[in-house]
């Protein structure tokens, strides 16, 4: 009996095995800053994602162009995240052939995106060995001691891999997304008299930021739907959440005229929101230069307590844009990670993400980064290290300036992707800038790729912590200014009976240059014997193409 039973078994996995296996990814060494430390248990439980082969990538890619560049016939007019979601789910042949093959070999396999074109399974370390023709180890990163099961390299069967584009996290080590602030504190537990402030040459308040880009107090609009979305993490060595009292606070000593506005709070994978005084800054300045700034625009903090790999995390944000009825049209993250965190296949993944929430008419807005142009890796002062997500095409990246003069902050990242090539919006302004520093930097970047940052704004600001003044700066500062100058653009439009703005950058890098102040003065730091990069005239990586001119903008859509 046991014998009958046991036979077939056999056969089968000899069936299996024989199938040519093909490898599919792999790494050479686990990065610097892990080490092996052993085997995982053959029984532990892990996640793993799987990204299908999207029915039609480079269509979607067509349809952005179309609906986000202002010549186009079709400007303006987004697709639903169902119509973005026949673009990229998998074909049924896909989904067949992949579920045939881990059903059977996974405790359980569930849809992760909407569309179906990733698959979040788990699995143990034995069934995923034998799924994926790999051996995993216990890593631990030497900085915090954190384990992760990885493995170096992983096969798929031949039948199989046209069908996947990757798997994640086998072979990525990615650390939880970073803030991008360096948050200077230069007085607590304190508020001044207000004449006591810097005037608005050196840190600054909401009316500086009115005052010097010509940003109106509030909507006239009164719509509801057009809406900031501001992300935060919320995982253990990021406890960050926005003080309610502490935004009431800075309304009534900064923007008396909208004291009492609030935000509203999502909170997703278990975030918390503690209204103690243990968080970090970043919640606090990211809300209180929305609510402070775009005033009476809806405000959602989007709290993601998860403290897992970037990729996913930024996924994560995805998925929650794609499945809201009426998402933010306008969203900030003061968030990153260098691109070498993530694998080039896992960035593409999440850059596709940020390509359906162009096509759906959202402006997604990043802190360009607070390390210059090497992002402080001077150890191994080789090359530059740019920032993911910033140098995503389907993004809006913004470094850091001071007013007074327009200077560029130095410590501003900015650079050229590794992972992505210049997209034809930017390629002019990219190749003029290179060409007009010539070789200076030369082997450091890779002069075929995306450039970033796109714009930039002011970097340091007053803010309220725990009932006192504070002054931070970062460009997890210019990060929330510049999409709350974006939303108010989009109260302007929403009067005019206009589409909002969506992806911007096809619109900043042509007509709406009119609404950017260049900036043509300072530089970013570098490393070692390298001086950074120049901010000159037009775009440049420290800069982009410069700071919000609200009056410009509303000339330059001609409303
Ligand atoms: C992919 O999308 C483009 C743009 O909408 C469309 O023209 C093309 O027919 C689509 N291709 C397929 C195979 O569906
Ligand atoms: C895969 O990684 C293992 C170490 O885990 C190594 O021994 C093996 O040579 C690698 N195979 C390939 C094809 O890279
Ligand atoms: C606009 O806001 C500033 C504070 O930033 C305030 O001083 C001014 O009175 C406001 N204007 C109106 C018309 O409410």
């Known amino acids: 009996m046991g014998l009958l039973h046991a036979l077939p078994l056999v056969l089968f996995a000899k069936c299996v095995l024989s199938s040519t296996v093909v490898p599919h990814e792999s790494i050479s060494n686990a990065p610097s800053g892990f080490r092996a430390s052993g085997s995982p248990p053959p029984t532990q439980e892990i996640k793993l994602f799987i990204a299908l082969v999207q029915s039609n990538i480079t269509g979607l ?21 169902a119509e973005v979601a026949q673009y990229v789910k998998p074909a049924a042949a896909s989904v067949s052939t992949v579920m045939d ?16 074109d990733i698959l979040q399974v788990s699995l143990t370390v034995e069934q995923a060995e034998g799924l994926f023709n790999t051996k995993f180890s216990t890593y631990t990163r030497s900085a915090d001691g954190q384990e992760m099961i990885r493995a170096l390299n992983y096969s798929l069967p031949s039948t199989v891999q046209q069908h996947i584009l990757h798997v994640h996290p086998i072979i990525a080590f990615t650390p939880p997304p970073q803030r991008t602030s360096k948050n200077t504190v230069y007085k607590r537990k304190a508020i001044p008299d207000r004449r006591q402030l810097a005037p608005c040459e050196d840190i600054v308040r909401p009316v500086c930021i009115q005052e010097f880009y010509g940003i109106p107090n509030t909507t006239i609009s009164g719509s509801l739907t057009n809406s900031i979305g501001v992300q935060g993490y919320n995982s253990p060595g990021l406890g960050e959440y926005a003080n309610n009292d502490d935004l ?21 994978n278990g975030a918390q929101n503690l209204q103690d005084n243990s968080g970090g800054l970043e919640g606090q ?5 929305t609510v402070g700034v775009a005033g009476d625009v ?21 998925n929650w844009l794609l499945t809201q009825e009426d998402p933010p049209t306008v969203f900030t993250t003061s968030y990153g990670n260098l691109e070498t965190d993530l694998t080039q296949s896992a960035a593409t993944s999440v850059c596709n993400g940020y390509m359906q929430l162009a096509a759906i008419g959202i402006s997604m807005i990043f802190a360009s980064g607070d390390g210059g142009a090497a992002n402080n890796q ?12 910033p140098t995503c095409p389907y993004v809006t990246s913004v470094g850091g300036t001071f007013f007074q003069p327009p200077t560029a902050f130095s410590s501003s990242s900015g650079g050229f992707s590794n992972y992505f090539p210049v997209p034809t919006y930017q390629a002019t302004d990219t190749s003029a800038y290179l060409e007009s520093i010539g070789d200076e930097n030369s082997g450091f970047y890779n002069p075929n790729g995306r450039g970033f940052p796109d714009v930039a704004s002011e970097w340091e600001i007053f803010i309220v912590n725990a009932g006192g003044v504070t002054s931070v700066g970062g460009t997890s500062c210019a990060s929330p200014i510049f999409a709350s100058f974006i939303a ?9 009976g206009k589409p909002v703005l969506g992806f911007l950058n096809p619109l900043l890098y042509s007509t709406g240059k009119g609404g950017l102040d260049d900036v043509t003065v300072g530089e970013s730091s570098g490393c070692g014997a390298t001086s950074g990069w ?20 509303i000339k330059a859509l001609g409303i």
């Open 61 to 81: 890619a067509k349809v952005v162009d179309a609906v986000s560049s202002p010549s186009s016939p079709s400007y303006g007019q987004y697709l639903t995240a």
């Open 101 to 116: 093959w881990v059903t059977p070999n996974v405790a359980s396999v569930k849809p992760f995106s909407p569309a179906g």
């Open 248 to 268: 009431a606070t800075f309304l009534n000593e900064f923007r008396p005229d909208i004291a009492g506005n609030t935000f509203s709070v999502t909170l997703l």
């Open 285 to 289: 300045i990211d809300i209180q230069y």
């Open 298 to 318: 809806p405000t959602t903090y989007l709290l993601d307590g998860s403290n897992t790999d970037a990729a996913t995390s930024y996924m994560d944000t995805i």
């Open 378 to 389: 001077q150890s191994q002062c080789t090359s530059f290290v740019p920032m993911f997500p």
């Open 488 to 496: 108010l653009v989009n109260d302007r439009l929403i009067v005019a």
């Open 534 to 553: 120049p901010a000159t005239t037009g775009w440049d990586p420290v800069t982009g193409l410069g700071t919000p001119d609200f009056p410009g903008m």
